[in-house]
């Protein structure tokens, strides 16, 4: 008798918590495809590659993200750029930039080396894939369209949530440099210009002749 | 505190002695010591030494940006104060032009040189760029290190920085960016003082002086690569390696530049299997830490598209990809068929003098052991004997320069043939006062530190040497018979033929007190190939065929033959005349390499079977029945041997490119289906078995070489004959006498398979063109820049004509091998006939 | 096994049940190895609950499941092991390798550690991340779903 009466008093517990989550609302599960956790704010997903607000790349390709990656699971190549046409300011931009993901470790040494917060992390943690090749991610996946939001790997699968870039740590600090909303707009950081922002010094020939034209004048 | 004049000039004769050669190699007793006191420590230093080179001797390193061990100081960047307490107290002086004394108190991190320093370096940032991430020097730049270790951490400096337009390509090679400048006079430096071509100079005063070229003179030199190297900032930057890699990409490995025979030290560096670049190492003994651009930038022919990377065999008239065992089971084939047939007289091996030494025992052991000939060449009718360049006992070393009284150089231009013993005659006979004798047909490179120029028709050496040694040139006989005489011989004109460096260097010999002779020879390991026996009259070791030499080798190889073999010439003719009928190319290209490429072309035409192991096809191999891919530079371990008998360890760091393979792992395999396996099991053990074979090599294993002697061991000279069985004078009555004689000489670029795939080296090369003294070319009509057409007995072609001051009159200058000069042959009779006329 | 169904139009029904029964009810054989693991538990418990997906249940046995995590570090000498498992599961079966460390050796790159497990079991999902969080491996098995219904039913 002992015995039945403990198991009621012990089942009424459980009964009426099972009560209370269903009547009460108070389910913990989460119904992950259909609904998502938010993560936390500085939660490392994969990575992006920023751009500036003129549209420039973020990445000058100076390879200090795989000097500071511990697994060296990014590669990086720069490239001259091209000057009537560049792809980011400076001589130099990321001509190749691979990251394999299957070798990331999601430290984000590369996010905290990059000297022009070329590289940041997002929110998106949707990126299983069927085989070893799709998980190295090249530059055409990482870099930040205009829009602000990363092209997917599988665009067309319908687990992965797009529009959840939109609330992604990432686009904030691509577009505001020191991760503050109001810097929006603003073209650098620094007091100082810019390359490529303000004309050369005259060379020795040009001064001389500046000289040569100002006597002639006067 | 003397001036900064009073400075720079002491410290010049300071520099010589601190930097050793002299005093070492004249066999002086080592210099005194004095006392000095660094940070609170007692020292004992050299008597004289700079106190920057004191402190780091003895583990205090001051931080530098112009001084730089092998050059003068100047004290331009003053980042190097330390506080030396003097008779008026304490004061600031620069480590780098300051020599110590006796009872010298040096603080070098007192608050005083902290503060000094910080200052310094604050100032040096004013308007330095911080684009560290772009730039190439970023992540090994000495500013960069030096801000983090001496700097203060910020600068008060908000104004905008100096703004230059940049990067501005100041030659092919080396781009100059002028905002990051720091204006230390490293560049200026080098090549005013070490290279002797001042092309690269400050320009303006005060705040807006900047570094630069001349206008329209590009910074042309040979040398230009090391200004890039010493650099301290990234303000002049190789083109080649631009934006390539970073330093913690690269891997490295040192090993030796193999384009010339002095095999300057040097380290490999590589990210991703690629080599990317080339950097020096300092080496006393060689080449004091510079490379010419050749060695330094002479390298993308490695990773080029064209390398071979599969066996090819002929196949209806087409070289097509096969796999190994069947293009080494056909050669192993057609081997015992023809020696069964003909015994081994009718094998020739051409070629070894690319590799390494281990690459050039196997081919020797093969051609004696399978191929049963003595046949075997790596000179290409264009060096002296074998038993000269290799066997002679009063070989030099590379040092002895330093110590000489007199530098008889009589042959080719160094500059453009052997650049690293260039730099080095130059610093003997413009720092160390070393009598300079130069002795060539035309201008030199060295002409501006020579005591005493002396020029001849080509073809006339020999008519010089008789009037030399009948007394016509006092100041020559004068200048040869002081003690220590170092002559540098070669063949300076194709004109002259081989016998003519022997003779000088035998009446050298016979009239110095002690003569030194270093030989001169092209190809990068010709010296190493020569002591392998990859000559028709030696065997490895130096060892000449005769009975005495064979029966040594008889108990690891079996008999060699005892037949003298052909030399390179010989074999050519042998094979147009069907003597030879098998043909064994090793790296050789004998059309685009020997003097008179007719012969070769013949040869190669009429040869009956020819198998080719190379990097690249090429005008003697397109031809080829069987074309087997090979490693190339830092592709495989090795030793090397230069022109003094130096031994290096050449490393691997590369892979191979496709299914390429060492020189001797083809050979070994080639043996064992030819049915006389050779037993070669990998490189190290080639080494052993060399150190047990050859006499001179006993002792030289890589534990050696890697452990005990990092700069090299000199192999002994055991072996060697006496220069005195050599006749001094042949009498030169059969000198040419035309009007014009031809002058053909090499030049540090030409159309080589190496450079012609290197794409930074292929358009530096100077084209088919023809130097003429400028009297010569108003008698042919010729003009500046214009075609000529220039007939020798052996070729003609047209070429663009350069007016020259340096080349005499009645000589005509033609650099051989070029990309698209014709080939003309050893005759030094020429005409010369403007083009369009 | 593998079951060959007759590849014809009335069959297709058939086959499309058969995969979305093997998607339903995949039973997990537990090899947790290292960090990952903990997040793997995670995935089974409340907050996530992979009952949701009928694979509640981490079998003991690998004779009794179809799925194979491999979370964590595969070290050399555990190799064998995971072989061994990976050979005791009846077919059909799967294999995801969870984390960078399984599918790649991550970090680890040194001579104790197998690089990537898929030199010893075939793998048909690699999950992301040090450690991919439970919704990112409950994104790998939904995946390994996807490839389930859409791939051959004798694969």
């Known amino acids: 008798m002992g015995i039945l009466s403990e198991l009621i008093k012990g089942l009424r517990v459980t009964g009426g918590i099972m009560i209370r989550t269903i009547a009460g609302n108070e389910l913990v599960t989460t119904e992950y495809p259909k609904e998502m956790r938010v993560k936390p704010q500085r939660f490392h997903g994969r990575h992006v590659l920023n751009r500036y607000p003129d549209g420039m790349e973020k990445c000058i390709g100076c390879e200090l993200c795989a000097g500071a990656c511990p697994a060296q699971c990014i590669y990086v190549r720069g490239e001259d750029n091209d000057p009537d046409n560049p792809k980011s300011p400076g001589e130099r931009f990321g001509y190749v930039y691979e990251i394999n993901m299957l070798r990331c470790i999601f430290c984000g040494l590369c996010v905290e080396a990059c000297p022009t ?7 998106l943690f949707e990126f299983s894939t069927t085989n070893r090749e799709d998980a190295i991610y090249t530059k055409e996946t990482l870099l930040m369209d205009r829009r602000g939001s990363v092209p997917h790997m599988f665009p067309d699968d319908e687990l992965v949530d797009l529009d959840e870039l939109d609330s992604a740590d990432g686009w904030v600090r691509a577009t505001a440099p020191s991760g503050v909303a109001a810097y929006q707009g603003i073209e650098m950081w620094q007091g100082t210009p810019g390359p490529g922002d303000w004309s050369p010094e005259p060379t020795q020939e040009e001064r001389d002749r500046l000289s040569r034209d100002r006597t002639s004048d006067g | 505190m003397p001036g900064p004049c009073q400075i720079a000039v002491s410290c010049r004769h300071v520099a010589c002695t601190a930097s050793g050669g002299l005093g070492v190699a004249m066999g002086e007793a080592g210099p005194e010591h004095v006392t000095i006191t660094i940070d609170g420590v007692s020292h004992e230093v050299p008597a004289g030494a700079l106190v920057i080179k004191a402190a780091q001797d003895r583990g205090t390193y001051i931080p530098r940006f112009c001084w730089h061990e092998r050059m003068n100081p100047v004290g331009m960047c003053r980042m190097c104060l330390v506080e030396v307490q003097g008779p008026r107290g304490p004061m600031l002086v620069t480590a780098c032009t300051n020599n110590v004394a006796d009872g010298m108190v040096v603080d070098t991190r007192g608050p005083t040189v902290k503060k000094a320093q910080e200052a310094v370096l604050e100032f040096l940032l004013a308007n330095h760029p911080l684009d560290c991430p772009v730039c190439d020097k970023g992540g090994e730049c000495p500013l960069q290190d030096q ?14 920085k100096r703004n230059f337009a940049k990067p501005i390509p100041i030659s092919d090679l080396v781009l100059l960016d002028r905002e990051r400048c720091i204006l230390c006079a490293r560049c200026t430096r080098f090549s005013d003082e070490i290279s002797g071509d001042p092309l690269i100079e400050f320009k303006s005063r005060a705040n807006v002086t900047e570094v630069n070229t001349f206008p329209d003179l590009p910074f042309s030199s040979y040398f230009s690569g090391n200004t890039i190297q010493i650099c301290p900032v990234g303000a002049l930057t190789s083109a080649q390696y631009r934006f390539r890699a970073r330093p913690w990409d690269l891997q490295m490995v040192e090993s030796s530049g193999m384009h010339d025979t002095a095999h300057p030290r040097l380290s490999v560096q590589v990210s991703q299997n690629e080599v990317l670049r080339l950097v020096g190492v300092d080496n006393d003994a060689t080449n004091h830490g510079w490379l010419s651009d050749k060695d330094r930038f002479g390298f993308q022919y490695l990773t080029s598209e064209e390398r071979l990377t599969m066996p090819l065999v002929r196949q209806d008239g087409q070289l097509v990809e096969t796999t190994w065992a069947e293009a080494l089971d056909r050669v192993a084939e057609r081997i015992g068929l023809i020696r069964d047939e003909d015994g081994g007289e009718v094998f020739a091996v051409i070629g070894g003098g690319h590799g390494t030494n281990e690459d050039a025992y196997a081919i020797s052991k093969f051609a004696r052991v399978v191929l049963e000939t003595n046949n075997v060449d790596a000179r290409l009718d264009d060096a002296l004997s074998s038993h000269f360049l290799a066997a002679t006992a009063d070989r030099g070393l590379i040092a002895d320069i330093d110590g000489a009284d007199t530098i008889l150089l009589w042959g080719p231009d160094l500059k453009e043939e052997h650049p690293t013993l260039y730099l080095r005659v130059r610093r003997a006979a413009q720092e160390l006062g070393v009598r300079l004798v130069v002795i060539h047909p035309r201008a030199t490179g ?14 006339g050496g020999f008519a010089l ?31 002259d033929g081989p016998q003519l460096a022997e003779s000088v260097a035998a009446y050298v010999r016979n009239k110095a007190g002690s003569a030194r002779i270093l030989p001169l020879a092209r190809r990068g390991n010709i010296f190493g190939a020569l002591d392998m026996g990859l000559a028709p009259d030696l065997l490895p070791g130096r060892v000449a065929p005769d009975h005495a030499g064979r029966a040594a080798l008889a108990e690891s190889w079996g008999e060699p033959p ?10 050519l003719e042998g094979i147009d005349s069907g003597e030879i009928r098998f043909l064994l190319l090793v790296g050789a290209d004998p059309v685009r390499d020997v003097p008179d490429p007719r012969r070769a072309l013949l040869a190669m035409d009429s040869a009956e079977y020819v198998v080719s192991i190379d990097l690249f096809l090429n005008d003697s191999n397109r031809e080829a029945d069987v074309v087997l891919p090979a490693a190339g530079f830092a592709e495989k371990d090795g030793t090397v041997t230069n022109l003094e008998g130096r031994v290096q360890k050449v490393n691997v760091i590369a892979p191979i490119p496709g299914q390429g393979r060492p020189d001797w792992a083809i050979l070994d395999d080639l043996a064992e289906r030819a049915g006389r396996p050779i037993g070669l099991a990998n490189a190290e053990s080639i080494a052993k078995e060399i150190s047990e074979v050859a006499p001179a090599y006993t002792g030289i294993t890589w534990d050696h070489l890697e452990w005990e002697a990092r700069d090299g061991a000199v192999v002994p000279l055991s072996g060697s004959q006496p220069l ?19 002058h053909v000489g090499r030049t540090l670029y030409d159309d080589g398979v190496m450079l012609r795939h290197s794409p930074s080296l292929r358009p530096l090369a100077r084209g088919a063109v023809v130097h003429l003294n400028p009297e010569d070319a108003k008698k042919a009509g010729a003009q500046d820049g214009h075609p000529v057409r220039v007939v020798t007995s052996h070729g003609e072609g047209e070429f663009s004509a350069i007016l020259d001051e340096g080349t005499p009159e009645g000589v005509v200058y033609v650099p051989f091998n070029q990309p698209g000069g014709a080939p003309l042959g050893t005759d030094a009779v020429v005409r010369v006939t403007a083009v369009g006329r | 096994m593998a079951t060959t169904a007759p590849g014809n139009l009335l069959m297709t029904t058939i086959d499309r049940a058969a995969r979305w029964a093997r998607t339903r009810s995949m039973f997990p054989a537990s090899f947790g190895l290292a960090c990952c693991a903990i997040e793997m538990m995670a995935t089974g418990a409340a907050h996530y609950d992979l ?62 550690l197998v690089q990537g497990v898929d030199q010893v079991v075939p793998v048909d999902i690699y999950v992301p991340g040090c450690p991919p969080g439970p919704q990112s491996l409950m994104h790998g098995i939904l995946t390994l779903h996807d490839k389930i219904m859409k791939g051959e039913i004798n694969n």
């Open chain 1, 117 to 123: 917060e070329a590289i940041t992390m997002t929110h």
């Open chain 2, 147 to 160: 801000a983090f270790s001496h700097g203060p951490g910020e600068s008060r400096f908000v104004e905008i």
């Open chain 2, 446 to 459: 060295l002409d501006d530190r020579a005591s005493m120029k002396l020029t001849y028709r080509p073809g």
């Open chain 2, 465 to 495: 040497l008789d009037e030399v040694a009948d007394g016509k040139h006092p100041e020559l006989r004068q200048a040869l018979s002081a003690d220590r005489v170092v002559a540098i011989v070669g063949q300076a004109s194709f004109a």
């Open chain 2, 562 to 571: 005892a037949a003298r073999g052909k030399d390179t010439r010989a074999m």
């Open chain 2, 724 to 742: 005195s069985h050599i006749p001094v004078a042949l009498k030169g009555d059969n000198a040419p006498t035309a009007p014009l004689l031809l």
């Open chain 3, 51 to 112: 009952g949701r997906f009928g694979m509640e249940v981490f079998r003991a046995s690998p004779r009794q499941s179809d799925l194979m995590v491999v979370a964590g570090r595969v070290s050399q000498k555990m190799a064998p092991v995971l072989r061994q498992v990976y050979d005791q599961m009846p077919d059909p079966k799967w294999v995801i390798s969870m984390g960078a460390c399984a599918s790649t050796g991550g970090m680890f790159n040194n001579y104790a």
